[in-house]
């Protein structure tokens, strides 16, 4: 059974920023695709940055040029770079991945982000 355990959220300020970082239990090079999601109060879960089957990258439209995926598969870890937080980004933060020989999708249990204006 895989582990992802989500780490670094928290209250900040608008204009702030936030660095989570999600931890695999096991490597991580060929997880794909790999990244974050996030769900508000009585908002469906949308994908905010992962690293596509493709070996790129993609964002959500809402966090370009604020939100920076990166990845260390050494420590088998993701993360999740967050700048100029606005209120609109409070929500729970998930990690997702997917090994082509395991079978369905693993989730971490989620960072809350709670965002003040």
């Known amino acids: 059974q895989v582990q992802l355990v989500e780490s670094g959220g928290g209250l900040v300020q608008a204009g702030g920023s936030l660095r989570l970082s999600c931890a695999a239990s096991?490597?991580?090079?060929?997880?794909?695709?790999m990244g974050w999601y996030r769900q508000a109060p009585g908002k469906q879960r949308e994908m905010v940055a992962v690293?596509?089957?493709?070996?790129?990258?993609n964002y959500a439209d809402s966090v370009k040029g604020r939100f920076t995926i990166s990845r260390d598969n050494a420590k088998n870890t993701v993360y999740l770079q967050m700048n100029s937080l606005k209120p609109e980004d409070t929500a729970v933060y998930y990690c997702n991945a997917r090994w082509w020989f395991l079978s369905g999708d693993y989730w971490g249990q989620g960072t809350q982000v709670t965002v003040s204006s």
């Open positions: 096991r490597p991580i090079f060929n997880a794909k695709p």
């Open positions: 690293f596509t089957s493709g070996d790129t990258t």
